[in-house]
């Protein structure tokens, strides 16, 4: 982390409401359901996959964690009605974890069948290390009780990553595979680039060897590089790689191009200032690497 990166974060809730606004509206679709879907019918058209998020603010309250499940089944309404090539990303915080494991389930279970419904499917996004164990304990709980359209997360940078996977590897899982964005301890995660790499390489060797379904979210082309060697002689159904909005674009039109199924994250709600705001203190570096694209952007270089 730079002395620019430390310096753009302590600044950040200084900074007006529309200048943040210009960092992150490359990142977030929009405050609405409706922006949401403009950004997926374009993606499509550009012959993408899109995975929606709806981002919600700190939940307090078990009315706020069922108004977000009810706010994911709206989507699967307009996923339909709009023909959208487009899955959910839910975070189980979100459906209210912090405040029972059991209240979580239900509101996850309603988005499930609600996704049932139109045979979509739905992704727990894997938050912070505190989450790590009830998140896999859920997601084996709802395979065992026959629900097949869910998928999770497994973050490299975490030292029990491969242990997670030959834990998953007797449901044949369906696992986004990614580095890890949230800032956690040496002792539980590896914090070198190169450490993080080589962990994620063994994750996604032993995720296809356990016939797992694997997204690839990555924007790092080394191991978008990797990744391609290792899937050479799979089917192009048996993987898919994953990129957040408005990252490396250009990279994902060609993978697309080339013949491989590529969906991009894309994040909206109301909540779009807080949880940008959020997102870039929990870490620092992203802050300035945003910050440095954006500059470019306005300044007409990238
Ligand atoms: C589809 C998807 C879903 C994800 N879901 C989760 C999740 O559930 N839990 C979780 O902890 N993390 C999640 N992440 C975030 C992930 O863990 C990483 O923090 C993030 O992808 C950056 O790692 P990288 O592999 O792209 O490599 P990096 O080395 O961090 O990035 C490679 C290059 O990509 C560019 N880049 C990467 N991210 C950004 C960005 N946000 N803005 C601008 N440029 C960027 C930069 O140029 C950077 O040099 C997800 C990522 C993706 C793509």
């Not at 430390?6 to 409706?34: D, H, M, N, W």
């Amino acid at each position: 982390m730079t002395l620019l990166d430390r310096t753009i974060v302590r600044l950040l809730p200084a900074v007006p409401k529309p200048v943040v606004q210009l960092f992150s509206s490359r990142y977030i679709a929009g405050s609405t359901l409706e922006d949401a879907v403009r950004v997926v019918q374009r993606l499509n058209g550009e012959r993408k996959l899109a995975t929606i998020d709806v981002l919600g603010e700190e939940i307090t309250r078990e009315s706020d964690a069922r108004a977000i499940a009810q706010a994911y089944c709206d989507v699967f309404v307009a996923i339909e009605r709009e023909h959208l090539d487009s899955n959910v990303s839910v975070k189980l915080t979100a459906l209210g974890l912090d405040l029972s494991y059991e209240l979580c389930r239900e509101n996850l279970e309603s988005v499930l069948r609600e996704a049932a419904k139109s045979g979509n499917f739905v992704r727990i996004d894997m938050e912070d290390s505190s989450t790590t164990s009830d998140t896999l304990r859920l997601y084996r709980e709802l395979r065992g009780r026959g629900f097949d359209n869910v998928g999770v997360v497994l973050q490299a940078y975490l030292r029990r990553s491969l242990d997670d996977v030959r834990s998953l590897a007797d449901l044949e899982p369906n696992v986004r595979l990614c580095k890890g964005i949230y800032v956690e301890p040496p002792a539980i995660a590896f914090r070198d680039d190169d450490a993080v790499r080589a962990n994620y390489v063994r994750c996604l060797d032993a995720l296809l060897d356990a016939g797992a379904y694997v997204g690839v979210a990555t924007h790092d082309e080394w191991l978008i590089g990797r990744a391609l060697e290792r899937v050479a002689s799979l089917s192009p159904s048996a993987y898919e790689f994953q990129m957040l909005l408005g990252v490396r674009e250009q990279r994902a039109s060609e993978l697309v191009d080339a013949g491989r199924r590529l969906r991009v994250y894309v994040p909206f709600g109301e909540h779009w200032y807080q949880y940008s705001l959020r997102r870039l203190q929990e870490n620092p570096a992203m802050a300035g690497t945003i910050a440095r694209a954006t500059m470019g952007r306005v300044l007409g270089r990238s």
